[in-house]
């Protein structure tokens, strides 16, 4: 398959502990998007890579949240000191500039 | 500000009937994208629509795009019940940086 992955594709943590969620794009597309989406709304915008440079940052990404994309290829998605209110799937989502834009399969976090 | 409203919010209708599904979005827009998403899984691509005037059509839906009027339709034809699941309409700005979606609308066809 050679769609967007994302692991883990679900993750219950305890409030107050770190996670991070991987994206593996696919393999040509040079931008690379997170998003958050929660029950009944509709995916909020987190933050966009274009080859490695972060180029765009929404102000719902909060310091506790951070990521890379070191080489280009896949990236890392970490929250730390996590709280309720992360509770969300966690899409990821890739396009070579100007064309589709596919999402992954998302990762679900629920903080307990 | 930039804002992407979708109208109805919750849909509910029978099988073989029509409706359609509103967009509308605040200022000049790139493209206009269709997702379906059903419970628990991810977005699915159904349509992109690129410039004014632009119709597509997959099976019983449809979309259109009017950028003067800043909408887009997704126009459903005698609805069956796989059909049910949550459309959203995403509106690409400023050259694709940024996507922004609508609320959804959540469709249930009754038999």
């Known amino acids: 398959d050679t769609g967007v992955s994302q692991n883990p594709r679900h993750k219950i943590t305890k409030r107050g502990q770190n996670v991070t969620f991987r994206c593996d794009p696919i393999s040509e597309h040079n931008r690379l998007y997170w998003y958050r989406q929660t029950l009944g709304q509709g995916p909020e915008f987190l933050t966009y890579?274009?080859?490695?440079?972060?180029?765009?940052k929404s102000r719902l990404l909060s310091d506790r949240f951070s990521a890379e994309r070191p080489k280009g290829s896949f990236s890392t998605l970490e929250i730390q000191r996590t709280e309720q209110g992360d509770s969300a799937m966690y899409l990821c989502a890739s396009n070579q500039a100007g064309n589709t834009i596919y999402f992954g399969e998302g990762s679900w976090l629920t903080v307990v | 500000e930039l804002k992407v409203e979708q109208n109805p919010l919750f849909l509910s209708m029978q099988e073989g009937k029509n409706y359609t599904i509103y967009c509308n979005y605040s200022t000049t827009s790139d493209r206009l994208y269709w997702y379906r998403q059903d419970p628990g899984k991810s977005l699915e691509s159904l349509f992109v629509?690129?410039?004014?005037?632009a119709v597509k059509q997959e099976g019983r839906l449809m979309a259109s795009l009017d950028t003067k009027a800043r909408l887009s339709t997704l126009h459903i034809t005698a609805a069956v019940h796989d059909l049910s699941a949550t459309y959203f309409c995403?509106?690409?700005?400023?050259?694709?940086?940024?996507?922004?979606f609508g609320t959804g609308t959540s469709l249930t066809v009754i038999p």
């Open positions: 890579f274009q080859n490695e440079a972060q180029l765009e």
């Open positions: 995403a509106v690409e700005f400023w050259g694709g940086n940024q996507f922004y």
């Open positions: 629509l690129l410039s004014n005037g």
